[in-house]
């Protein structure tokens, strides 16, 4: 079956620091691949994604490679801020097959001024 | 356009309780999806519906968990004789209709607490 591995929080940066979030995937065919973000007390909003091999999803300074052959997609972003502190969940959804979403147990990240 | 809304926000119920919880997906939405988040986990998915029809249930459990989407009004997910284990927060997600991938937008959830 689908299952997402996600590092363990949480991570701890100061602001301005490079952030690196680690998420592979195992899946049957060629799922597409999403990072949401959750912001304490609310519900989840769509940070970005990637839908074929070699992709790059990006918003909002974030970033993401869709990495077929290392069945990955880890999170980047080159100088974080105080507001960027959240829950950060990785995710895919298969294109065929059952359409719910399968996430990594989120890596939460503190972002220190 | 409205997103995906989701009430009550918050839910107190008493052990042996039912729980409503009621999901309306946005404008043109026609799937509705619920998940479930345990405090410090990752979201795990319960229930795919789309209008009158349970499409996949496989992640609901076989016991006192039901849920609908009607026709006419909202999505409701039903907890019948809740028990603490069932505290958690309990997400919403609607989709357009799509043959390919379907993006889901998220409701802002409701915190059940079951004392």
């Known amino acids: 079956g689908n299952s997402v591995t996600q590092m363990e929080g949480p991570v701890t940066l100061s602001e301005e620091a490079f952030l690196t979030i680690n998420c592979t995937y195992t899946?049957?065919?060629?799922?597409?691949l999403f990072w949401y973000v959750q912001y304490p007390g609310e519900g989840l909003q769509l940070l970005l994604k990637?839908?074929?091999?070699?992709d790059k999803g990006s918003n909002k300074g974030f970033e993401a490679t869709y990495r077929k052959e290392t069945t990955s997609f880890h999170l980047e972003k080159g100088s974080v801020q105080v507001s960027d502190s959240a829950v950060y969940f990785c995710a895919l959804v298969s294109v065929t097959g059952r359409r719910a979403l399968t996430f990594g147990s989120g890596t939460r990240l503190q972002v220190q001024p | 356009n409205a997103g995906v809304m989701q009430n009550p926000r918050h839910l107190v119920r008493r052990r042996g309780q039912e729980a409503r919880l009621r999901c309306s997906p946005m404008k043109g939405h026609s799937h509705v999806y619920w998940y479930r988040q345990l405090p410090e986990e990752g979201l795990k998915f319960m229930v795919y519906l789309q209008k009158e029809n349970i499409i996949d249930e496989s992640g609901m459990p076989k016991e006192r968990f039901s849920a609908e989407f009607p026709k006419e009004g909202p999505s409701i997910l039903r907890i019948q004789q809740v028990v603490r284990g069932d505290s958690a927060a309990y997400f919403c997600?609607?989709?357009?209709?799509?043959?390919?991938?379907?993006?889901?937008?998220f409701g802002p959830g409701t915190r059940l607490t079951v004392l």
């Open positions: 899946a049957t065919g060629y799922p597409s």
């Open positions: 990637a839908t074929k091999a070699d």
């Open positions: 997600a609607s989709s357009p209709t799509s043959k390919d991938y379907n993006e889901q937008f």
